[in-house]
T-cell receptor, first 118, second 113 residues
Framework: AQTVTQSQPEMSVQEAETVTLSCTYD???????LFWYKQPPSRQMILVIR??????QNATENRFSVNFQKAAKSFSLKISDSQLGDAAMYFC???????????????FGGGTRLMVKP | DGGITQSPKYLFRKEGQNVTLSCEQN?????MYWYRQDPGQGLRLIYY???????QKGDIAEGYSVSREKKESFPLTVTSAQKNPTAFYLC????????????FGNGTRLTVT
């Protein structure tokens, strides 16, 4: 079974600075997808960014980018120019690329709480 | 607008009572999921369904039951056999293939006393 680990329970960053959230995963599969979700105090789960394992290029979405290291099984999230609205729980998630394999559910890490200081 | 609706937002029950959480989607997604979230923790999969009339247990299915009689609906029943039912419950849906993400509802906070 796949596992996802987020080793930083809490992180803080100064407004306008850059912060990196860590995520590692364990899998024997070669085809998979990785996601970062944000959960603000409203508790709504919001997709931040996604990465296909077969793509070498790191995904970017505006101020959010990832550092995907497939060999190291690492998938960190970088938030540039941090804003107060970025304060939230961030979850890393793994999804198998084999659609016949027990559905397409996500396996989540334990989350990192990000605080943004004004 | 397309989306996932979970109701109610807050639910209170006495210990020993079964309770059903509603989840409806109009995204025409085949797959639907139920996750449980405890304070300060990640999401754990309870049940999932890839097609109508079929569903599979997730990692923590004990004490829960589901049905999938319609594509749009995937209700979750928390039975009296669930030892620690107080939690935040999230329903999600997706298409079955590719890198499509899960779309989540706004969740139901269940408190059992």
């Amino acid at each position: 079974a796949q596992t996802v680990t987020q080793s930083q329970p809490e992180m803080s960053v100064q407004e306008a600075e850059t912060v990196t959230l860590s995520c590692t995963y364990d899998t024997s599969e070669s085809d998979y997808y990785l996601f970062w979700y944000k959960q603000p105090p409203s508790r709504q789960m919001i997709l931040v960014i996604r990465q296909e394992a077969y793509k070498q290029q790191n995904a970017t979405e505006n101020r959010f980018s990832v550092n995907f290291q497939k060999a190291a099984k690492s998938f960190s999230l970088k938030i540039s120019d941090s804003q107060l609205g970025d304060a939230a729980m961030y979850f890393c998630a793994y999804r198998s690329g084999f659609t016949n394999n027990a559905g397409n559910m996500l396996t989540f890490g334990g989350g990192t709480r990000l605080m943004v200081k004004p | 607008d397309g989306g996932i609706t979970q109701s109610p937002k807050y639910l209170f029950r006495k210990e020993g009572q079964n309770v059903t959480l509603s989840c409806e989607q109009n995204l025409n997604h085949d797959a639907m999921y139920w996750y449980r979230q405890d304070p300060g923790q990640g999401l754990r999969l309870i049940y999932y369904s890839q097609i109508v009339n079929d569903f599979q247990k997730g990692d923590i299915a004990e004490g829960y039951s589901v049905s999938r009689e319609k594509k749009e609906s995937f209700p979750l029943t928390v039975t009296s056999a669930q030892k620690n039912p107080t939690a935040f419950y999230l329903c999600a849906s997706s298409i079955r293939t590719g890198n499509s993400p899960l779309h989540f509802g706004n969740g139901t906070r269940l408190t059992v006393t």
